[in-house]
């Protein structure tokens, strides 16, 4: 879940997975950008048409090729550039997340419950020993220390051995992560987090139950048959034959996208207006769909709740050491960004990157252009640049930053195509849409360097009036 995922629209309620605000780019108009955003690639019908996949390693035979089910594979109106430009970042807040917020059923609903008590009992705890031992008489508090220095040993032992208790349970609760083979800490079972995902996909239906397009909306079925090619040519994979995937399509600008652990695929039609073809929406739908496969919610909830814990201890330690409640809070507040900055944002675009790299595979193995991924997220910089949106340091984001994740994939697609190629898919026609994206990207450069003086006073930025011949 992870859910846009986290594309990012952060949030406690979600964990939306395109990062930004998915209103940011709604005055971005005219035929120039869209001209440059349509990059030319293979059409889907061309990609799709003669894959013919082996039942090898790697593919799984197809029961149709997606092009032959889908005559036109255009999303949104021709000549209408797209309402959003999606900036990606998830919460537990989310980026293009890629995944919903972490909402636990059962234990980990318990958990977060009881969460805020446990801080609690912490503050409490350590200013109780705050106060006891500014009450002892000075005789007393010298008793004290030097009772501690001629137990020194035994203190360190009972403080070792509660450190060996943590390290022992997290180390047998350690799991290999599917298909990626990464080793990673998971504490609540998969049971737990099927009711957690119920609960979740009932809170989302009430939410947008009068904005779910019909089964019989063109836009529907485009994202039902991309769903249904990408799990038809991945399994062979056990957890992805194991999911029903069942489509929801949300007539919402916000530029989003998640599927929740049990399989529940939202879309908004948002995402469907900023994607330039149907290899881009492949590509974004595998990336979630990752997210699932790789149970990530799972994971994440497991790390978060076990640094929790882990924090209370130092919790009790700031409040007992600090003179005044002042300090203590700053001391407190202090230490939650600590945790949140080393260990929280980084885990979590390292989840990102993995459902990248894995929603990467299953794309290639579907046949798509995986090339057009990395431009995807090139096309999410630009609307950036052109909005004038202020570039956060990555290492404030959950997510990857647009450049970072476009880099990444790049490193990744040699291997995709690879892999693409072992399915018997039909080569790729046509110039590569990155060159294709960066030779319109230097027409749009110079085009507005020629303009830019005679229009300087009267032409609107926010809507580019620049003509751009198709490629």
């Known amino acids: 879940r992870n859910r846009c995922q986290r594309l990012d629209l952060s949030g406690n309620a979600r964990n939306c997975f395109l990062t930004g605000n998915p209103d940011s780019y709604r005055n971005i108009t005219g035929k120039g950008l869209r001209c440059l955003l349509e990059v030319p690639h293979t059409s889907g019908q061309e990609v799709y048409r003669n ?18 089910r889908i005559p036109s594979l255009q999303i949104s109106s021709v000549g209408q550039p797209p309402h959003h430009f999606p900036a990606w970042n998830i919460q537990i807040n989310r980026s293009f997340h890629i995944s919903p917020s972490l909402q636990a059923a059962p234990v ?9 008590a446990q801080k609690l009992f912490a503050i409490i705890l350590g200013r109780s020993i705050r106060n006891w031992w500014k009450a002892l008489p000075p005789n007393k508090r010298e008793l004290f220390k030097e009772s501690a220095r001629k137990n020194k040993w035994k203190i ?33 079972g998969k049971e737990h987090f099927r009711e957690l995902s119920q609960m979740e996909y009932d809170m989302w239906m009430e939410q947008f139950k009068s904005q779910m397009l019909p089964e019989t909306d063109a836009r529907y079925q485009v994202v039902e048959r991309v769903v249904g090619h990408l799990s038809e040519s991945n399994k062979d994979i056990p957890q992805v034959s194991a999911l029903k995937w069942v489509i929801h399509v949300v007539d919402e600008p916000g530029v989003n996208a998640f ?40 994971e994440k909830a497991s790390l978060v709740h076990f640094l929790d814990f882990l924090s209370l201890i130092f919790l009790t330690m700031i409040w007992a050491i600090c003179p005044r409640d002042s300090l203590a809070v700053v001391g407190q507040w202090i230490q939650s960004k600590l945790q949140e900055f080393m260990f929280d944002r980084p885990y979590s675009r390292t989840l990102e ?14 046949c798509v252009d995986v090339r057009a991924s990395s431009v995807f997220w090139q096309q999410m910089e630009l609307a950036e640049s052109i909005q004038g949106q202020p570039k956060l340091p990555e290492w404030l984001s959950t997510h990857p930053s647009h450049e970072n994740r476009a880099e990444h994939l790049d490193r990744l697609i040699p291997e995709a195509l690879k892999i693409r190629e072992s399915c018997n898919c039909p080569s790729l026609s046509g ?22 003086a005679p229009n300087s006073t009267k032409q609107d930025p926010s809507k580019p009036k620049l003509d751009f011949p198709h490629t």
């Open 259 to 298: 599927v929740l652990p049990n399989g529940q695929v939202f879309v908004f039609t948002g995402l469907l207006d900023a994607v330039s073809d149907i290899h881009q929406l492949s590509f974004i739908l595998g990336h979630e769909i990752a997210h699932a496969v790789l149970e990530h919610a799972a």
């Open 431 to 452: 110039p590569d849409p990155r060159l294709i994206f960066r030779l319109n990207m230097q027409h749009l450069l110079e085009s507005s360097k020629g303009r830019e």
């Open 51 to 68: 894959a013919q996949h082996t039942s090898g390693r790697f593919c799984s035979q197809s029961s149709q090729p997606l092009g032959e």
């Open 156 to 188: 360190l032992l009972g403080v070792s051995s509660l450190g060996v208790v943590f390290v022992m349970f997290y180390f047998t609760h350690l799991e290999e992560t599917p298909i990626t083979g990464r080793a990673r800490l998971l504490v609540f």
């Open 353 to 366: 990157a993995e459902a990248d790299k894995v929603g990467l595979q299953f794309a290639a193995k579907a």
């Open 108 to 116: 980990p609903l318990f958990w977060i419950i009881v969460k805020p």
